[in-house]
């Protein structure tokens, strides 16, 4: 075991998995010779070199596209896009070319490749810095999206995300990047994309939260606590697929739920597990599901941001809305 914040696992898994397998390689802007802009491939090209650590032009489309033309062949690249607001240039080939290409060839070929991408507010962006736009993804049928909050999350859904013959989009939370440290296996493991993890065990509430948002819905789960409230805290680790099963029994067991996260709320990522719990679970809740989220607006300037993101004062109010409304 060795102590990491996210983004010593990140670049530690990278590692692992080009010294364990040559047809992993890295292409994206900067990811060689500056070791990225958070660091996460530094040192990486001095030991690969520049063939499996390209550094590409500033052209994401290029890049994304490129990396579907070696996954298709037999590699299996890692492309970095440097923050996920610049993706909307590379949505054709992610969309309509990597998620695809397993239906669209009736089988014959898929793209065994990771997008990686940094985002969330909270760290005082420039705009198109720290958008969450995660729920785009949930309509490009053959794409994961994985969501980590945790540095030990971050090494075994990467190595997952790797082994994969078809394309994950990996999103990583920016502020989380060092924020946390705790103990990680040096060994290679994987954690199974489409589980959530169960982080604490309750039965008046369940709250559920991934990705950049989870750091302040455990804060609350804390404050919540020490007012007499059993909170069941999921981290759902990954969007795309979502892990139905463990989602419906925790409701189906505290018959309330509020859901976390830093997108905005319209068409968000929350909008399709309420759904999910009202199709599955709707005679087993007691209240309206509840929604803690961005706003409906472009990402604000960083001098209001923290007004605009999910705060832990905004996630204990409304866990006590929707235990109030339960009683009603």
Excluded at 270 to 282: D, Q, R
Aim: net charge negative; hydrophobic share 45%; proline share 5%.
């Amino acid at each position: 075991m060795t102590e990491m914040n996210m983004i010593e696992a990140i670049n530690f898994t990278l590692r692992q998995e080009m010294e364990e397998d040559e047809d992993v390689l890295i292409l994206g802007e900067d990811v060689g010779r500056n070791g990225g802009v958070f660091r996460a491939t530094d040192g990486l090209v001095d030991t690969f070199g520049e063939r499996r650590v390209v550094d590409t032009p500033l052209a994401e489309s290029a890049i994304i596209g490129t990396a579907v033309g070696m996954a298709v062949r037999g590699l299996k690249p890692v492309a970095e896009i440097q923050f996920l607001g610049f993706i909307y240039e590379a949505m054709d080939q992610i969309a309509a070319q990597a998620a695809r290409i397993r239906f669209r060839s009736a089988g014959n070929y898929h793209a065994p490749m990771v997008i990686r991408a940094p985002y969330s507010g909270g760290v005082k962006t420039p705009e198109l810095h720290s958008d969450s736009l995660e729920a785009l993804f949930m309509h490009s049928a053959g794409i994961k999206v994985v969501m980590p909050s945790t540095p030990r999350d971050a090494k075994g859904l990467l190595s997952a995300a790797i082994e994969d013959p078809d394309p994950v989009l990996f999103l990583e939370p920016m502020k989380l990047y060092r924020a946390l440290r705790e103990n990680v296996e040096e060994e290679r493991f994987t954690i199974e994309i489409g589980k959530a993890n169960v982080v604490k065990e309750g039965s008046d509430i369940t709250l559920i939260s991934w990705g950049s948002a989870m750091a302040e819905t455990k804060k609350a789960v804390q404050m919540l606590e020490e007012n007499d409230y059993s909170i069941e805290l999921i981290d759902l680790r990954t969007i795309v697929p979502l892990d139905e099963e463990t989602i419906i029994d925790s409701v189906m067991k505290t018959s309330r739920c509020v859901i976390v996260h830093e997108a905005v709320k319209s068409a968000g990522v929350g909008s399709e597990i309420s759904a999910m719990i009202n199709e599955k679970a709707l005679f087993y809740i007691s209240a309206p599901v509840l929604r803690v989220t961005g706003y409906d607006s472009p990402y604000p300037v960083a001098t209001v941001e923290n007004d605009w993101i999910p705060s832990v004062d905004r996630i204990v109010r409304e866990v006590k809305h929707v235990w109030e409304l339960s009683l009603d």
